[in-house]
Structure formats: C-alpha cells, structure tokens
C-alpha cells in the first residue's frame, strides 16, 4: 500500500502558499472589499447583511474568507482520494485532477473575478496592476484611435491615479505590441457586450488554455497532476493574475510553442514563440536555446557546409523571424526611437523619467552601499551582466548541445533568466513566478523523442 504521495505534500504545500500570500496582500484592501461587496451586482444579495458581519476577519473579506474554507475542504477530499482503497487508479487519477482544477478556481480563478468585479464598482485604478491591466488597456484605446501607444504619456488616464512613489511608467509603456494588438478584439467584444472591458479577462482566457494543455504533455499520471499544481496554484503567479500583472500572457505563448514541439508541428511552435517574442523582452532568452535544439533535432551543421547548413536554418525559423517582423516592424517604421527608448531605455535606467532600482536582486547592495544617490539614478548593471551572463550563456550552450533536449533548453533559459535579472536594475518578484512556471515545464514534462509523436490523453 503506497504510503507516500509526493502529490499531497505539493498540494498541501502550494494551497497554504496561495492562501498565505494572498491573505497578507488583502490585509490593505480588506476593509474596503467588505464595504463594496454589496455593490456588486447579484454578489452582494448572495450573502445576508448579519452573515457578512459575522464573517467580519481582520487579514480579509467575507468572500475570500468563504473561498479559502472552501479550498480546504477540497484539499481535505484530495487527500481523501489519495487513501481510499476501493477505487481504480484511472478514477483516482481523475478525481484527483477534478479536486486540483476545483482549487485552482478557487484560489485564483474566482478571486479574479472577484477583483475585476470590485474594480468596476470602485473605479479604474483600483484592485489591479498599473501596466499589466490600466495601462494595457489605455494602449489598447490609443490602437483603436489612431494613436502610437509608445508616444502617448499616461498622466491623463486613470495610471496617474495608481500608486504615489516612482511613477515614470505614465511616460512609458515598456511591453511590446502582440500585448495590446491581441487583446483589442476581446475590449471591442466586452465593450459591444458588457459595455466595459478589464485586461484581465484575456489572462484568464489564456491561463485556463494553459491547463487544459498541460496533461497533454505529461505521460505518467502523478507528474501530470504535478505540473497542473505548480502551473495553476503557482504562489507568486497566482496572485499576479489576480491582480493582473503579464507574466501569464507571455508564458502561455511559450507554453503554447512548447505544446507544437512536443507535438512535431514545428511551424507552428515558432509561431507562438514569436508572439511570446513580440510580447515582453523575457521571451527573447529562449530564442538561442530553441534555435539550438532545432539545429540537433533537424541534423544542421553535421555535413560539414556551413553555408548550406546556416540557409536550412534560416527557412526552418521564418515562421519566427516573420511572425516578429509583422509585428514589430510597424512600430518601428511609425516611431523607433519611442519604441526603444519605452521597452529598453526606461528598464536600463538611460530614459529621462528610468525605471527605478528596485527587487530581490543585486539592486539592493547598490542602494545598501550608497552607490547611487536615488532609486531612478543611472548605474551601470550591464558591465556585471555582461560579465557573469555572457559566460554563462556559453556554458549553457555547451551543456545543452552536450545533452540537447526540450527539457535542458526550458532548464537553461529559466537559470539564464534567474542569473540576469538578479544582477540587473530590477528583480521583481512576478519574475521568479515565470521562472518557477518555466522550471516546472522544465521539470515535470515528458519530452523524451520517443514519445514525441505519441498521443498522450489529455485527462
């Protein structure tokens, strides 16, 4: 009789991550919810006045309050699941998978709504992020009106009436436009429905994509309910797509690429990786160590012409090089200079309004030692990036063409990306929330060659 489920101990241990973080980031706002929650329509008859009183809790508000036990009992009946003798492995395994699909509705799915509910009864600026919601959703008007969402300032839009310290983001929009260019059909759809639109709503889509996906790529069952854990009830992220920031967007485009390589569609593949590409510059790591795994997987540079080889290459990756080039050559004929000075002067510290020095990384010793005499001053991190990274991109490549396989091109591009940001201007956290995501696909996945054409059922 098994008596240990390496499931459990990660369920348990996520579900009390999630619940944890999101609890101590409510303590702010929980007082605020609770006198909004009533204003939502048909939420706020839900609940009897005396029970929303007797829910009153210090760290959050009654619906989360409710969410939470219900997220218990559900973990409660995992376990149960997990023990119970008379059952089959095939209803244990879709038992279990249902219950971890059920959490991540109630941990992160449903508190999103929640949020996106509150914000519509609140105002604009409230209950989300600055450049992942309000500011994604400006440059969506600014598409539709004619205008460059790189020109354009935001101190007229409700960004300016987000957060009070370093506040240079209303000069500058630093994703790139596969952002707001797909988005945009879902706001005119909102707008013609709803008669109002939250950026939100297209994270949700794509992340629920993503776990569907996700047991397509996994052979054996407990790993597959593994990756749905870390990909779903992921701690950092999960509160990143309830408040909205954009890390989900880029990965699922990584994540959809993946799915098309792991499936032979190898066209396909690198057409999401260029949307993943035109959509946030933490793409662009992957892009050496894909092309790296084609050149082995398709047998390039071993007949000795390097010409020959190089122009295989390049017909191979056109899907990426055109997918990038539509979507960036716009903005970059209409205005380059805005462009670059948004996505890369702001985040180097170079623009006139920089991003500042901020994060868990290396950031810190420059501001603990004085170096600088404010958080937006220029310090020069690409002497150490260059330094540390480029050497390490290299050892990476050689270990990789050592052993050159999906599952150590995910591995590199998670630790290059790590290595970089921690030594870079900024290290925020929703970074280390990618990484773990990407480090779990690199981890839990099923990628040998053999089952590369083999068709895994999805649940």
Not at 321 to 346: C, G, H, N, Y
Not at 361 to 377: C, F, K, Q, T, Y
Not at 415 to 431: D, H, M, P, Q
Request: glycine share 6%; charged share 15%.
């Amino acid at each position: 009789m098994k008596v240990k489920s390496f499931d459990v101990l990660l369920l348990f241990i996520l579900v009390m991550a999630r619940v944890r973080i999101d609890t101590l980031a409510d303590r702010l706002v929980a007082p605020r919810r609770v006198e909004l929650i009533q204003s939502i329509p048909i939420l706020g008859s839900l609940l009897p006045q005396k029970g929303l009183e007797l829910l009153h809790h210090w760290m959050t508000d009654p619906i989360s309050l409710l969410l939470i036990s219900l997220t218990f009992g559900l973990l409660i009946l995992y376990i149960f699941f997990d023990v119970w003798p008379r059952i089959g492995d095939e209803g244990r395994y879709r038992a279990k998978l249902a219950i971890v699909i059920c959490i991540v509705f109630t941990t992160v799915i449903a508190l999103s709504v929640f949020s996106v509910l509150l914000r519509h009864v609140a105002g604009p600026a409230t209950f989300s992020h600055d450049g992942g919601v309000i500011q994604t959703e400006e440059t969506i008007k600014y598409i539709l009106g004619g205008k460059n969402p790189y020109v354009e300032n935001y101190v007229d839009t409700p960004m300016a009436e987000w957060g009070i310290d370093y506040r240079s983001a209303l000069y500058h929009y630093p994703y790139l436009p596969w952002t707001f260019l797909f988005s945009a059909p879902f706001y005119l759809v909102s707008q013609a429905t709803l008669g109002w639109y939250d950026q939100r709503f297209v994270y949700l889509i794509l992340f629920v994509a993503m776990l569907l996906l996700v047991p397509r790529l996994v052979r054996e069952r407990d790993q597959r309910l593994c990756l749905v854990m870390v990909l779903g009830l992921n701690p950092i992220m999960g509160s990143d797509i309830i408040f909205g920031q954009n890390d989900v967007f880029v990965l699922a485009w990584i994540f959809f690429s993946i799915h098309f390589l792991k499936r032979g569609q190898l066209t396909w593949s690198l057409v999401m990786l260029g949307l993943a590409c035109a959509s946030k510059p933490t793409a662009w790591f992957l892009v050496p160590f894909y092309l790296l795994y084609v050149v082995a997987r398709e047998g390039l540079f071993t007949n000795g012409d390097l010409k020959s080889s190089s122009l295989s290459l390049l017909r191979k990756t056109l899907p990426l090089i055109i997918v990038v080039t539509l979507l960036l050559l716009p903005f970059v004929l209409w205005d380059f200079d805005a462009l670059f000075d948004d996505v890369w002067r702001w985040s180097s510290g170079t623009a006139e309004t920089p991003y500042q020095i901020t994060g868990w990384g290396l950031g810190n010793l420059v501001l603990a030692l004085g170096l600088v005499e404010s958080r937006l001053d220029y310090f020069p991190f690409w002497i150490v990036e260059l330094l540390i990274c480029l050497p390490l991109f290299v050892f990476l490549l050689w270990r990789q063409w050592k052993s050159n396989s999906i599952n150590s091109m995910l591995y590199h591009y998670a630790f290059l990306t790590l290595v970089f940001f921690y030594v870079s201007r900024f290290l925020n956290e929703n970074y280390l929330g990618f990484i773990l995501a990407i480090l779990a696909l690199a981890f839990f996945t099923d990628f040998s060659e053999q089952d590369r054409e083999v068709s895994v059922p999805p649940y």
